[in-house]
T-cell receptor, first 114, second 111 residues
Framework: DTEVTQTPKHLVMGMTNKKSLKCEQH?????MYWYKQKAKKPPELMFV???????INESVPSRFSPECPNSSLLNLHLHALQPEDSALYLC?????????????FGSGTRLTVV | QQQVKQSPQSLIVQKGGISIINCAYE??????FPWYQQFPGKGPALLIA?????SEKKEGRFTISFNKSAKQFSLHIMDSQPGDSATYFC??????????FGTGTSLTVIP
């Protein structure tokens, strides 16, 4: 299995909703990442987990809350989002943090905040 | 500060032509240079990558040329096909430390 699987693929949520994004990989990678990507822009790093511990938080607003329940799973909990948070949210993994062979990305969750 | 500069922002090539995308970097600590291909609604997928001790790497129609002294590297797509139409991101990695994307190039291959 060489994939990173993200669910759901699409999500529409109101500004008062609470929702979660899920990411799963079974490649034995010990580093996992959340990225946010706006149209026609490169992905922007949000969070890095290394060996299931949060190692980098790129000054992301607290309405985004990551969680790493185990080495294969990564969640992103969303609460009280703003319309400007609408974007493609990408999960990625690598053997170790900034591993030598780069990252494997999932297909993303297209989030729309209304 | 943009760690990896990429050009052009967009590129239109005729089918069968050569697509060339260029990237430049400043930090000599970077030790891995991947290229990612991204189709609309999908995540970036690793296309080809090179290490700085190699000047060229070829995989099928895709070639990376690397100029260490100039701190530049480029992606060449030979015999470009409409199916190659996508956004391409170069990247630079400082292993165990940082990962930087270029700004992206939108490639359109006209039939």
């Amino acid at each position: 299995d060489t994939e990173v699987t993200q669910t759901p693929k699409h999500l529409v949520m109101g500004m008062t909703n609470k929702k979660s994004l899920k990411c799963e990989q079974h490649m034995g990678h010990r580093a996992m990442y959340w990225y946010k990507q706006k149209a026609k822009k490169p992905p922007e790093l949000m969070f890095v987990y290394s060996y299931e511990k949060l190692s980098i938080n790129e000054s992301v607003p607290s309405r985004f809350s990551p969680e790493c329940p185990n080495s294969s799973l990564l969640n992103l909990h969303l609460h009280a989002l703003q319309p400007e948070d609408s974007a493609l949210y990408l999960c990625a993994s690598s053997e170790v943090v900034t591993g030598f062979y780069g990252y494997t990305f999932g297909s993303g969750t297209r989030l729309t905040v209304v | 500060q943009q760690q990896v500069k990429q050009s052009p922002q967009s590129l239109i090539v005729q089918k069968g032509g050569i697509s060339i995308i260029n990237c430049a970097y400043e930090n000599t600590a970077f030790d891995y240079f991947p290229w990612y291909q991204q189709f609309p609604g999908k995540g970036p997928a690793l296309l080809i990558a090179i290490r700085p001790d190699v000047s060229e790497k070829k995989e099928g129609r895709f070639t990376i040329s690397f100029n260490k002294s100039a701190k530049q590297f480029s992606l060449h797509i030979m015999d470009s096909q409409p199916g190659d139409s996508a956004t391409y991101f170069c990247a630079a990695i400082y292993t165990g430390n940082q990962f930087y994307f270029g700004t992206g190039t939108s490639l359109t291959v006209i039939p």
